[in-house]
């Protein structure tokens, strides 16, 4: 892919690099499918093996109308078209957006929170975004997380989906196993593609430090671990690895990533003190909306060009390639003026025309 075909995102990935990008979307979209194949066969997920279905599908439509308006508003190709290969890698943000909602939603028999959380999420992606310093336009959101909060909010028959369902139906060992397999997976790809581990650590030790000091605060310093026990739960370890640390929504710089990762837990203690349901989603979400502040005020664009026509696009585009450079901007000088020779038969004249 071409420079002017460089999407903003991939500049939070380590090295700027697409590939790192593509291995973590595909890495994600493969584990997100057995997870949910696992869920409905053995594990005991709740929802009806339709609910995924829903949702992704949901989802994918709706990265794909937008991403066609945009192209014919901007007049450019779309960039699922040409090959197989670019539609194929142009769905995986939407896909696994609308795993993430189908997993983690419970409307009982109803479909259709299902279909309003996987079209909010990848409409979220247009709706809020910001200019970098570049001057590209990003989402500051996380889809899935905006998608699936909207989507309890606005609907209040509509709930999480019960912590237990994730390990409803396994005994034993496998208690032991299912989580520590999840934390492998998150960590390898954490490790090796999207740099996000140390956001991980943070908010992990920031979570523990907020329950500590929540029981020492209600005078119950006895019973410091009951604030900790959601640490315990599959779904847990699901927000830890795969919502929380969203290469897109985060960033990379590490003072920057404990920052964020501790902003995260120190909001969940400020929601939960004040008794308010969906602590870890309102949490995400209002930090998001911080860093996207911080970002327009802070980091304004050093010079803004015409829109874009490939990188300023309604959703998540495939490709690879080299980062966007902006052109500088020369100052002006004295040096630029036209020489006073090249000058003088134009005074003359004008002196002559004044005189007379």
Not at 187 to 192: K, Y
Not at 315 to 343: C, F, N, W
Request: proline share 7%; aromatic share 12%; charged share 10%.
């Amino acid at each position: 892919m071409s420079n002017s075909q460089q999407i903003a995102t991939v500049q939070y990935y380590p090295k700027a690099s697409s590939n790192l990008r593509l291995f973590a979307l595909w890495y994600f979209l493969v584990l997100m499918t057995i997870w949910n194949i696992a869920g409905h066969t053995f594990l005991g997920f709740e929802q009806a093996w339709i609910a995924p279905m829903i949702a992704v599908t949901a989802a994918m439509f709706t990265q794909l109308l937008l991403e066609w308006i945009d192209a014919k508003a901007t007049g450019r190709q779309a960039r699922f078209s040409g090959s197989f290969a670019n539609l194929a890698n142009f769905l995986p943000p939407a896909m696994i957006s609308g795993f993430a909602c189908g997993m983690l939603l419970y409307p009982n028999d109803r479909i259709m929170p299902f279909v309003f959380a996987g079209v909010i999420s990848i409409a979220s992606k247009v709706l809020f975004r910001i200019r970098l310093q570049d001057g590209r336009l990003t989402h500051f959101l996380n889809p899935s997380n905006f998608g699936i909060l909207a989507t309890l909010l606005l609907f209040p028959s509509v709930g999480q989906a019960p912590p237990y369902h994730f390990t409803e139906n396994i005994t034993g060992l496998w208690h032991w196993f299912l989580p520590i397999g999840i934390m492998f997976s998150g960590i390898v790809v954490h490790g090796l593609a999207t740099g996000r581990l140390p956001l991980c650590i943070a908010w992990l030790s920031a979570f523990v430090i907020q329950g500590v000091t929540r029981s020492w605060i209600n005078g119950d310093l006895e019973h410091w671990y009951v604030p900790l026990t959601p640490m315990s739960s599959a779904g847990f370890i699901l927000f830890t690895l795969y919502m929380i640390p969203d290469p897109a929504t985060t960033p990379i710089k590490f003072s920057r990533q404990i920052l964020f990762g501790a902003s995260v837990a120190l909001m969940y203690a400020v929601f939960q003190m004040n008794h308010i349901v969906y602590g870890l989603f309102l949490a995400l979400v209002s930090v998001c909306i911080i860093r996207g502040g911080l970002i327009t005020l802070l980091f304004r664009p050093t010079a803004v060009s015409a829109p874009n026509k490939q990188t300023d696009s309604a959703s998540e585009p495939r490709g690879t390639g080299m980062p966007h450079k902006t052109p500088a901007t020369k100052p002006y000088s004295d040096a630029q003026r036209p020489d006073s020779k090249v000058l003088a038969p134009a005074n003359n004249e004008l002196a002559t025309v004044s005189k007379s």
